[in-house]
């Protein structure tokens, strides 16, 4: 997520990266790209915030194993909070039972999990459905960033 990340600074915005612990050390995929937690999920409330991403990559499949990153991904989207999750991030949309009745994209390998979830499934590079904004891969990233950006 280097580059969603990235954008959002440079465009002017916050952006705080939440752990599971706070300091923890997170690597994006293939280990090219490292961050630091900034908060841990047990400080911190989504009325905070404006926005939400969801990484992509190995980090939804161990981040939907805790309640409270998918009570603050609820509390999110009650708030009509942005959701914004690209790649193997709609797995913790899955998780959190947000998707029953919504249109979004993910990682095509993803496409019966989403569709299991209740949701349609569209293969393009970016989906927005209401304040959720999902798309597929890193070579998605520019139509990604392009919605988030208009909600920030």
Known sequence: MKVPYD???QAGHQADI???KLNEELRGKKGEATYTADKAIAEVKA????????????????????????????EAND?????????HG???LISADLLR?????SYPPLQDDVVNAGAEFRDEEVVVDRNF????TPKDEPAFVRELLKVL
């Open 7 to 9: 954008e959002v600074i």
């Open 18 to 20: 939440i752990g599971l």
């Open 47 to 74: 009325a905070d915030y404006d926005a939400v991403v969801i990484p992509g990559g190995s980090s939804p499949e161990n981040l939907r194993q805790s309640p409270e990153i998918l009570t603050f991904v609820k």
């Open 79 to 87: 708030a009509g909070k942005a959701i914004a999750s690209i790649c």
């Open 90 to 92: 709609p797995q913790i």
């Open 101 to 105: 009745g919504r249109t979004i994209t």
């Open 133 to 136: 904004i999902t798309s597929r």
